[in-house]
């Protein structure tokens, strides 16, 4: 057995690593830089790295420090939510999750999961909020980590894909307003960076809502958000209207539908199936994109990671944080980008049966 | 008179509705924005702000670190944000070349044979999209100032290279008038250059032969700048960095702030472009690669012949949104302290409370910027589309 199995590898080498010199000269090099770079990274983190004690004990040891991550990742995760009532957020982030979760089926894709996501983020808001029911009030000021990362990238996918519709199908209307008004939006917020509409809503907002209405900060953000993500979506969006053959249009014409019973019947359906993988694709890079709100000081979750690295005490650990919060961001973005190409696939298959 | 188009109410005529809709749609935004108008009037008025662009000739009072234009601290607003358009422009640009060539060269790397090459290059990919580009920045900056010594211990990987917590020094020519001269009479070569290449072309397609363009090309790239450094008096003296005090003196320096930015940049840009090349490559038909292959092309010349010039045609609009992107992006400069347009309006408008007019002159900025990309693309994109005859 051991020998067939190393005849195979034998093969398998000599086919995939060393087919000419040059290859094998490539191969030979890479496995060298791979050595140099792995063993060190590996021994200082899992080797030297120092896993509980103090600052200092970190200071006097070569490896990673992560009894600061422990230290600190409470902090990191929950940002500044009352310590006694942490699991109001973990519920969230929870429930968060499950429904992502229970979201990915295809056959689940109806206005009822629209309904339940809205009820979620209800529940959720009150959740985090608390002040009735016996429930501890939290001022909104004091959410923070990845409760905050996971609502302003899902509440802001929420309200962006419905906008984004309507945004899609105006920029295709033969209504001259209506259409120059979406090409405007479209335009304008993809030609400007998202920093600038967070600018927007966190210093110039504030003077164009009436007298006496304040808004907190994180809704003024969220509200950019989802401006800034409408116009991304309706031009992933407008393609999938694009593919649809014109032969689908003038069918539901002359069946006599009207227009919204032929978009919301006929077109959309299938126009919005068509760019599902670009659309998740889209969310990943929203969900990224969140990260930002942390220049207008909203205590997301790379904020929070920020300003434990300030803790005078544990100064000097930032490789460790941001690997630690790097790969927090990497799960939810890997799995998410695994799925799109899932779909992909079989989208693909249903295609060509 | 026909009575049909009586019997047809006017909320049943498609165009008579349509034009009754777009009336109301217009009215809704026209009074939406009276509204927030108003609001604003209140509200400035309230709080005792003057609205306008006056501000711009007051004293900014505040240092940028290594202007590329000569500005002081007494200079106006005005001043400081040229040099803020300037410090983008020039990380745009020079991120978005490295971007396009490494991001290519990682494109091809990822079709290779070589097992070993191709999942490294995936790994990359993987990794650098899936992290947010701004954790990125800060994971960089980190390891100037947390990871790298100080001045005086820096390290000396090459010859005169060093780094450390003050960035990157190298060695430089010394100044010396001619060095602006030089920068000129390369980009006439290359301007040269391109007409020379074009009247190549021209003359082969409407010939069927033509001369090697390149010869006159290459003559010309290196002959102007040298022909104008020997005019100029060929300075030879060479600024390099030397430990003193406690930073180095001479050579060139760039901040720890411009590289992370830079190199962030050009790494996270570079894994999206790598995709896009990737599937633009396995887009063309594989019946291309053979048919090249039984005319005897070896593969390296149906690579760059056959295969990349019908590739660009799938590849350039996504990568168009990537140099934008790009661009776009280096207005993450503000949170890592590099004094771009963003960063330098943003302390305009803590300094002098008037938000409203940083953040529209931060969008007229960046559209300015996205436009004329989007413009020149689209005419190169024009330029290589599929001729179908």
Redesign the interface.
């Known amino acids: 057995m051991i020998s067939v199995n190393s005849e195979k590898l034998g093969s398998w080498l000599k086919k995939n690593l060393f087919s000419t010199p040059l290859n094998s000269f490539i191969s030979i090099i890479l496995i060298t830089v791979i050595f140099k770079v792995s063993v060190p990274f590996i021994q200082w983190l899992l080797v030297d790295s120092v896993w509980t004690g103090t600052a200092a004990d970190c200071r006097q040891a070569n490896g990673a420090c992560l009894a600061f991550i422990r230290e600190k990742a409470t902090f990191i995760l929950f940002g500044f939510y009352p310590r006694e009532i942490l699991w109001r957020p973990i519920v969230s982030v929870i429930l968060f999750i499950g429904m992502i979760w229970y979201s990915k089926e295809p056959h689940r894709w109806n206005k009822r999961l629209l309904w339940r996501w809205l009820k979620l983020t209800l529940l959720i808001a009150l959740l985090m909020k608390g002040g009735i029911f016996g429930f501890e009030a939290v001022e909104i000021e004091k959410w923070g980590g990845l409760p905050l990362t996971l609502m302003l990238s899902f509440i802001g996918i929420l309200f962006s894909y419905p906008l984004g519709i309507f945004l899609a199908l105006g920029r295709r209307s033969e209504m001259p307003i209506i259409k120059g008004f979406c090409v405007i939006y479209i335009e304008l917020i993809r030609g400007v960076p998202l920093i600038s509409l967070l600018f927007m809503a966190s210093v110039m907002l504030p003077f164009f809502l009436p007298d006496g209405l304040i808004l907190p900060k994180l809704i003024r953000a969220q509200v950019a958000i989802i401006i800034f993500m409408a116009a991304y979506m309706s031009e992933v969006i407008r393609g999938g209207l694009a593919s649809i053959p014109k032969g689908q249009y003038e069918a539901a014409d002359g069946l006599g539908l009207t227009y919204w019973q032929k978009m919301t019947l006929i077109i959309l359906p299938q126009a919005l199936k068509v760019v599902i993988p670009p659309t998740v694709n889209t969310m990943i890079g929203m969900f990224k994109d969140t990260s930002l709100v942390l220049i207008i000081a909203l205590f997301d979750l790379l904020m929070t990671t920020k300003s434990a690295l300030k803790d005078a005490s544990w100064l000097g650990f930032s490789v460790e944080a941001y690997l630690f919060v790097a790969v927090i961001y990497f799960i939810f973005c890997f799995s998410m980008g695994k799925y799109s190409r899932r779909l992909e696939v079989e989208f693909n298959r249903g295609v060509r049966s | 008179m026909s009575s049909n188009s009586k019997e047809i109410p006017f909320w049943s005529d498609p165009q008579k509705r ?1 034009i009754a ?2 009336a109301l ?2 009215i809704a ?1 026209i009074t939406f924005s009276f ?2 108008y108003g ?2 009037q ?3 008025a ?1 709080q005792n702000i003057a609205t306008g662009f006056g501000f711009l000739n007051l004293e900014a009072g505040f240092d940028i670190a290594d202007p590329p234009i000569e500005y002081w601290s007494d200079d106006p607003y005005w001043k400081a944000l040229v040099v803020g358009v300037i410090n983008t422009f020039k990380v745009s640009v020079i991120g978005n070349i490295f971007a396009l060539i490494f991001g290519t060269f990682v494109g091809i790397i990822l079709l290779s ?5 191709a999942k ?1 290059a995936k790994t990359y990919v ?2 650098v ?8 920045l ?2 960089w900056y ?2 100037f ?3 790298f010594p100080s001045v005086k211990e820096a390290l000396n990987p090459f010859g005169k290279l060093y780094l450390s917590q003050r960035g990157i020094v190298f060695p430089v020519f010394a100044e010396h008038a001619v060095w602006n001269w030089v920068w000129l009479a390369i980009f006439i070569a290359f301007v040269i250059s391109f007409f020379v290449r074009s009247a190549s072309v021209k003359k082969r397609r409407e010939k069927g032969e033509s001369f090697n363009p390149w010869p006159i090309m290459i003559l010309t790239l290196l002959g102007l700048p040298l022909i104008t450094w020997a005019i100029g008096g060929a300075p030879t003296e060479i600024s390099s960095p030397e430990l003193g005090g406690f930073n180095f003196r001479g050579g060139y320096t760039i901040s720890p702030e411009m590289v992370s930015l830079i190199f962030g940049l050009i790494l996270y840009t570079s894994a999206f472009i790598a995709e896009i090349v990737r599937a633009g490559i396995q887009s063309v038909d594989k019946g291309q690669w053979e048919a090249s292959e039984s005319l005897g092309i070896t593969k390296n010349q149906t690579m760059a012949l056959v295969i990349l010039p019908q590739a660009l045609r799938v590849i350039i609009p996504p990568v168009t949104s990537q140099i934008l992107n790009l661009t ?2 280096s ?2 400069a ?2 890592i302290g590099f004094a771009d347009f ?1 960063s330098v309006a ?1 302390t305009t ?1 803590n300094q002098t409370g008037q ?2 007019e ?2 529209l002159l ?2 007229a900025v ?2 300015f910027f ?2 004329s990309t989007s413009l020149f693309m689209n005419w190169y994109n024009k330029r290589v589309a599929l001729v179908e005859r």
């Open positions: 349509s809709f777009q749609a217009l935004i509204i927030l609001n604003a209140t509200n400035l309230k044979k070589n097992w070993l090459a490294m993987e990794v999209r899936n992290v947010p580009l701004l954790l990125q800060f994971f980190a390891i100032v947390d990871v776009k992006n207005s993450l503000v949170a963003v943003n408008m938000a409203i940083c953040v931060i969008m960046y559209l996205s436009l």
